[in-house]
């Protein structure tokens, strides 16, 4: 199932209810819903859960955890309380469970949040995640919508989690050949997320599963907003190259392919790895910021040195394909 089919089944349900008090609900693809309680406080809600893509459960464990928390930085919350999603096969061992459940209890209490429950069912294969609870103040929510033409285009973690894991599936690289993966993946987009209020983003996602294309879409309104992004400053995790150039390329990045080419523009001279990279899936992947460029001094002392960061693209005014890919 591809972004497209996704759309056609939200398509199918009924209208969002039109109600005052939901900030951003069904009728807007983002990243999580929000809910006003009062003038001062808005309720933040997101649910993510899936297979496990290394095989250290502890690691599995915090990676689910920091992917699901992700969608509440995205829109400028603060996470307050999660509840854990589990599908789980009896015959594995219940430590393998608790290592997992520990991997995630350890990234929610680093955001501040409190675990409060959760569902475990007995499943053939192993999924964990979370539903995760946070609150903004209704001024501060940042939707993907926003970006301008002239705002810079950042992106705060690597690419390649879809390949490395895809490698790492057939043997052919171990979790210490990607540790630099599973340090931007067990990485919370807290810092991220604080800067990028600091500095008067205009609009703000988190890139997974439909990749940095998918997502940058997200951010680009039917008509008159463009993005440009250049090849050579994407940031790539350690090996991501190497293993795709290998053929390393997981089902997803084909489907997203498939289904997002027709809405991108890539200039002859980008490398096929580059191409790749744009449609690989990615798991609790860093956040796109649309910066206005009066904000990016602020973001940069905003961020010190808290994880990598890079400028990858600009927005532009262009009635053409919404995104083009530079060299
Ligand atoms: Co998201
Ligand atoms: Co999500
Ligand atoms: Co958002």
């Not at 209810?17 to 951003?24: K, S």
């Not at 440009?228 to 390329?249: D, K, N, Q, T």
């Not at 798991?283 to 973001?299: K, Y």
Request: proline share 6%; charged share 20%; with cysteine.
């Amino acid at each position: 199932m591809g972004p497209e089919d996704l759309e056609k089944v939200l398509r199918l349900l009924p209208p969002g209810d039109a109600r005052q008090d939901v900030l951003v609900g069904l009728d807007t693809p983002d990243d999580a819903a929000v809910f006003m309680l009062d003038g001062e406080t808005a309720l933040v809600h997101t649910l993510d859960f899936f297979t496990p893509i290394v095989d250290d459960p502890y690691l599995f464990g915090q990676i689910a955890a920091a992917n699901a928390l992700s969608d509440i930085y995205a829109m400028g919350g603060t996470p307050i309380s999660a509840m854990n999603i589990v599908c789980f096969p009896c015959s594995l061992g219940m430590d393998i469970l608790v290592r997992i459940l520990e991997g995630g209890l350890a990234k929610i209490r680093e955001a501040g949040a409190v675990l409060l429950g959760g569902h475990t069912v007995d499943d053939e294969e192993p999924k964990y995640g979370l539903a995760v609870t946070g609150k903004v103040h209704p001024d501060r929510i940042m939707t993907s919508l926003g970006a301008e033409p002239g705002d810079h285009l950042v992106l705060t973690k690597s690419l390649g989690t879809g390949i490395l894991a895809t490698a790492l599936k057939g043997d052919f690289l171990n979790e210490t050949e990607m540790a630099g993966a599973i340090e931007g993946m067990t990485r919370l987009n807290v810092a991220a997320s604080a800067a990028a209020l600091a500095a008067g983003a205009h609009a703000c996602t988190d890139v997974t599963g439909f990749g940095l294309v998918g997502h940058l879409l997200n951010m680009l309104p039917q008509g008159g907003l463009a993005c440009e992004v250049s090849a050579s400053l994407f940031p790539v995790y350690e090996g991501a190259r190497e293993m795709a150039a290998m053929g390393m390329i997981p089902a997803g990045a084909h489907r997203n392919r498939e289904f997002l080419s027709t809405r991108v523009e890539v200039s002859p001279g980008v490398e096929e790895i580059d191409r790749d990279l744009l449609f690989d899936p990615q798991t609790s992947g860093g956040l796109l910021i649309a910066l206005p460029p009066q904000g990016v001094e602020a973001f940069a002392q905003q961020m010190g040195g808290a994880g990598s960061w890079t400028r990858i693209g600009e927005f532009t005014q262009s009635p053409g394909p919404v995104i083009r890919v530079n060299p």
